[in-house]
């Protein structure tokens, strides 16, 4: 069965400390793999996308990693800012329309002052 | 350029009526979809759009109708609202023209609409 599975569920750090989060898959075949965050009552925003052969993407504060064999990926968030509390949602493309992507549960972030 | 807008931002039924979720999108964007979103569980696809005039199912379609009239628009239709469609609705677009879009595109969401089903 195609799942996308995040971890820690949530997370509290201190404001201007880094962060990783976790995402792991099991969707095949693999297209592509995409972070999301999505703010309370706002839609999900696109912050990184990448393909079987980019082993990372950055995209300011945020860099996502991913290891195709061991099928999983990292979002790492560097001198964390309060705006970046919010949930941070894994997805993996396992083919090549929209229809086949596969949304993980997402993990939650609180940056306190 | 608004983006993806969604009316309205929230409502709530009572089980047997029915309703309509507008969404439309001023991107020109071939490609529009429906999600819900439900505690505990990640976004799942509804019923999604290719072209103006075209429709077709998703993960969970059942109780859901859609129609695709003018490009812009994508609309989500309840004919008899149960308990179990309480959640909050997303819509989304991609903007590929052709039938098989290289599946890098961006996704760009809506704002949601929570509903509520009494």
């Known amino acids: 069965k195609n799942q996308v599975e995040q971890s820690p569920q949530s997370l509290i750090i201190l404001e201007g400390k880094n962060c990783t989060l976790q995402c792991n898959y099991t969707v095949s075949p693999f297209s592509n793999l995409r972070w999301y965050k999505q703010d309370t009552g706002r839609g999900p925003v696109s912050l990184t996308i990448?393909?079987?052969?980019?082993n990372t993407k950055s995209n300011g504060r945020y860099t996502a990693t991913l290891d195709a064999d061991t099928k999983q990926s990292s979002l790492h968030i560097t001198a964390s800012q309060l705006s970046d509390s919010a949930s941070y949602i894994c997805v993996v493309n396992g083919g090549t329309g929209f229809q086949k992507l596969v949304f993980g549960t997402g993990t939650r972030l609180l940056v306190s002052p | 350029n608004a983006g993806v807008t969604q009316t309205p931002k929230f409502r709530v039924l009572k089980t047997g009526q029915s309703m309509t979720l507008l969404c439309a999108q001023d991107?020109?964007?071939?490609?529009m979809y429906w999600y819900r979103q439900d505690p505990g569980m990640g976004l799942r696809l509804i019923h999604y759009?290719?072209?103006?005039?075209?429709?077709a199912k998703g993960e969970v379609p059942d109780g859901y109708n859609v129609s695709r009239l003018k490009k812009q628009n994508f609309l989500l239709g309840l004919e008899s609202a149960a308990p179990s469609q309480t959640s909050v609705y997303f819509c989304?677009?991609?903007?590929?023209?052709?039938?098989?879009?290289?599946?890098?595109?961006?996704?760009?969401f809506g704002p949601g609409t929570r509903l509520t089903v009494l």
């Open positions: 991107m020109n964007h071939e490609y």
């Open positions: 990448m393909t079987f052969s980019e």
């Open positions: 989304a677009s991609t903007l590929k023209g052709n039938k098989e879009p290289p599946s890098t595109d961006t996704q760009y």
């Open positions: 759009s290719v072209g103006e005039g075209t429709t």
